[in-house]
């Protein structure tokens, strides 16, 4: 039995929400998890431009201040978008993060795009699954060490959005996204193709062909990699997302099976159960939450903790909407990630909650 730790969020005037916080980390353990000149990848989600239920950035500023007090280096990450809206490369992506309330005055550590500009800045990790192989965030990949801070919430595609989640699509670089959400093989427009040659210069497999009558792909060739997609200026490459329900969550998770390979033992992990809503912070817009705030968990496991956080949330829905689960909202049942985390042994679905 894994202990998560747990603190609600009922502040006081002499026992704020951000104190909780503090006492929850150090109870878990994060001071003495980093030490002194590490580079602390703090991997999180900025949350889309007009979403208004992302993480707080205030919350972010207590393991940011943990961190640095043990004289670590911290900084703020995520990878960019595959899909077209206002994170899809750096410069928007900061600009939004920056605009929901991500900046260093507030939370206390710089951001970094963990796939660079376009989002072409990668480490590729061989894997053993479907995928064949996981292309993460350069940042994130060369940490010392990586706090996932996560903002658990429904999700219209996999049932939930959580630590899975947010390492196994959010960790992995913009064209690495394309093998989580379809079957597919990338296609060329072309109406919308201006012939500028950038896909055949940055395809490495030789996949993308000049014709007299423009560029076409290979379908033999091409592996899916998605460097072509994301390196087109025209969008004239588009987006297939063909995978969903079960498919999806065994893919995403093998994928944070692969951004954890590297950080064995160097990984710390605390979930956020407020502002519950049963769609993603990708949306540009926010629901109402299904349930009031639940409180925050912390620990060294992350399947312990996503399975603790789980399951408060269904029982909160159950008591909140008698008879109905998560998945009623959200139309997908999203416990297959949970059974196929603990296939993949990412750690333990048996938990003791321990309150703070």
């Known amino acids: 039995m894994e202990k998560v730790y747990f603190s609600n969020l009922n502040g006081a005037p002499e026992d704020g929400v951000l104190e909780k916080l503090r006492r929850l980390c150090l109870a878990a353990g994060l001071d003495g998890f980093v030490r002194e000149g590490e580079l602390t990848a703090v991997k ?13 950035p205030q919350f972010v500023s207590v393991p940011v201040s943990i961190i640095k007090g043990k004289g670590a280096v911290p900084f703020l990450t995520d990878c ?102 379809t079957r597919r093989k990338p296609v060329i427009d072309q109406q919308l193709c201006t012939g500028c040659g950038l896909c055949l210069q940055q395809c490495l497999r030789g996949a993308v062909l000049q014709r007299d009558d423009g560029y076409f792909i290979d379908q033999e060739r091409c592996t899916s990699c998605g460097d072509c997609l994301v390196s087109c200026p025209q969008r004239a490459i588009p987006l297939c997302f063909d995978l969903e329900g079960v498919e999806l969550q065994k893919r995403l998770v093998e994928a944070c099976a692969v951004v954890l390979a590297n950080k064995q033992g160097r990984a710390f992990y605390v979930s956020f159960l407020m502002d519950v809503t049963p769609y993603c912070d990708c949306r540009s817009w926010s629901p109402a939450p299904l349930v009031s705030d639940l409180g925050m968990l912390a620990g060294r496991d992350p399947l312990a903790v996503e399975q603790a956080s789980f399951d408060l949330v269904e029982t909160a829905i159950t008591r909140a909407y008698p008879g109905k689960r998560l998945a009623d909202f959200t139309g997908v049942e999203g416990a297959h990630q949970l059974v196929f985390a603990e296939e993949a042994g990412l750690g333990s679905r048996g938990y003791a909650l321990v309150e703070v």
């Open 80 to 181: 960019n978008t595959l899909f077209m809206r206002r994170r899809y490369h750096a410069p928007a992506h900061l600009e939004t993060a920056r605009f929901n309330g991500f900046d260093a005055a507030v939370t206390g550590a710089p951001l970094v795009i963990a796939d660079g500009l376009r989002g072409l800045d990668y480490r590729v990790v061989k894997s053993g699954g479907d995928l064949g192989e996981v292309k993460v965030g350069a940042a994130i990949y060369e940490a010392d060490k990586l706090v996932v801070l996560t903002h658990f919430k429904g999700h219209e595609d996999t049932g939930f959005g959580g630590i899975l989640k947010n390492l196994g699509v959010g960790a992995v670089a913009r064209p690495g996204k394309l093998k989580l959400h």
């Open 44 to 56: 999180l989600h900025f949350g889309e431009l007009g979403n208004t239920r992302m993480l707080r």
